[in-house]
C-alpha cells in the first residue's frame, strides 16, 4: 500500500498562487495515475486534475489554464500548482494514487489516497 502526504495548502487572497505537493511512500511505482480532488464543505468530492501513466493529463473546466499537474518521476512527488485563485477553489484537496493508464477524474479509478489538506481563498 501507498501511503500519501498532501502538503502545501493555506489561505491566500483571490488572484493568489499555491502549490501543493503529495509525496508517496511505499512502492508508489506501481500505480499508474495520480490525481488530484476537492471537495468544498457541503458538496460532493470533485476531480481537479489527473496525471496518467502515458503522462496524459486531465483537468476539470473550472481550473482550466489556471492549474496545472506535474509529477517528480525521480520521487514521485505529484504537484498542483494553482494560479489566480478564486474563492470557489476554497475546499480540502486530495491527493489520489490508482490503476488506470491514462489520467482520470472520476473517483473510482483510484486505489489510495491522502488524508487531505485545506485550501482557503479569500475574496
Known amino acids: 500500500q501507498v501511503h500519501l502526504v498532501e502538503s502545501g495548502g493555506g489561505s491566500v487572497q483571490a488572484r493568489g498562487s499555491l502549490r501543493l505537493s503529495c509525496a508517496a511512500s511505499?512502492?508508489?511505482?506501481?500505480?499508474?495515475?495520480m490525481g488530484w480532488f476537492r471537495q468544498a464543505s457541503g458538496t460532493a468530492r470533485e476531480g481537479v486534475a489527473s496525471?496518467?501513466?502515458?503522462?496524459?493529463?486531465r483537468y476539470a473546466d473550472s481550473v482550466k489554464g489556471r492549474f496545472t499537474i506535474s509529477k517528480d518521476n525521480v520521487n514521485g512527488t505529484l504537484y498542483l500548482q494553482m494560479n489566480n485563485l478564486k474563492p470557489e477553489d476554497t475546499a480540502m484537496y486530495y491527493c489520489?494514487?490508482?490503476?488506470?493508464?491514462?489520467?482520470?477524474?472520476?473517483?473510482?479509478?483510484?486505489?489510495?489516497w491522502g488524508q487531505g489538506t485545506q485550501v482557503t481563498v479569500s475574496s
Open positions: 496525471i496518467g501513466r502515458d503522462l496524459s493529463t
Open positions: 511505499g512502492y508508489a511505482d506501481s500505480y499508474y495515475c
Open positions: 489520489a494514487a490508482g490503476y488506470s493508464w491514462y489520467a482520470s477524474l472520476v473517483e473510482w479509478a483510484y486505489n489510495d
